[in-house]
């Protein structure tokens, strides 16, 4: 009996294989717990929600893209700075590629049209903006519709919506009780670590590509 081929890592059009799926992640609220008004606290005191990293390695281990996502309105409108967002956001990912964890790409939004000086911009990645996904869809060719947004705030679930992904809504951090959009998640979860190990049993992985 000959041995089975290996299945490709990618999917070329025309063949068969697993499609890239990205699992996008929303920073202050699911993964890390903010501080008071919403503020990051310093990577060395930052707080992982319970069970997260051990999630997100199974997650990525099995194929998953992660993608980090969300609004820094701190930086925006002034309460803290761009540089202390930048030394947080650097040592986010280093500690998530130490714990085997590899970020595909950093999405997170420190502007704002109406922030403080120097943040008062326009951002494609400023949610419910579907930016982020729509540039992880064009430069890692995954698939949005076998994608997933998990977050605690509607912004993000908003935005993972309108661009064809599934959508997990999460009760830590706001709890989507920030009420500025009416969101109807596919998957309510009392974590970001339930709804990444529920995704990540997902066995969807053989598919036809057009």
């Known amino acids: 009996m000959s041995a089975q081929p290996n299945l490709p890592q990618r999917s070329p059009v ?16 699911a993964l890390v717990e903010p501080g008071p008004a ?15 990293l051990d999630s997100l390695f199974r997650a990525t281990q099995a194929g998953w893209h992660l993608y ?6 701190s930086v925006a409108f002034g309460k803290q700075t761009q540089a202390q ?12 590629k130490s714990e085997g964890i590899p970020v595909k790409r950093d999405y997170t939004c420190t502007n704002h049209p ?17 930016g982020a996904m729509h540039h992880a869809a064009q430069a890692e060719g995954i698939s949005l519709s ?21 959508t997990a809504g999460v009760r830590t951090g706001t ?18 670590a339930s709804a990444i190990n529920w995704i990540a049993r997902d066995q969807t992985v053989l598919r036809r590509t057009a």
């Open 14 to 29: 025309g063949k068969w294989g697993p499609p890239p799926r990205g699992i996008f992640l929303n920073v202050l609220g």
């Open 38 to 52: 919403g503020k990051f606290k310093s990577i060395g005191t930052a707080a992982f929600y319970e069970g997260v």
């Open 68 to 73: 980090l996502i969300g609004n820094v309105d």
């Open 85 to 96: 967002w930048d030394k947080f956001r650097s040592g986010l990912v280093s500690r998530l």
């Open 114 to 130: 109406e922030g403080v000086r120097g943040q008062d911009r326009d951002s494609v990645y400023y949610l419910p903006g579907t």
């Open 146 to 166: 076998l994608s997933w947004v998990v977050g605690d705030s509607t912004p993000g679930l908003v935005a993972g919506w309108r661009a064809g992904c599934s």
């Open 175 to 192: 709890g989507l009780k920030d009420a500025t959009f009416q969101v109807d998640p596919d998957m309510t979860a009392e974590s970001a």
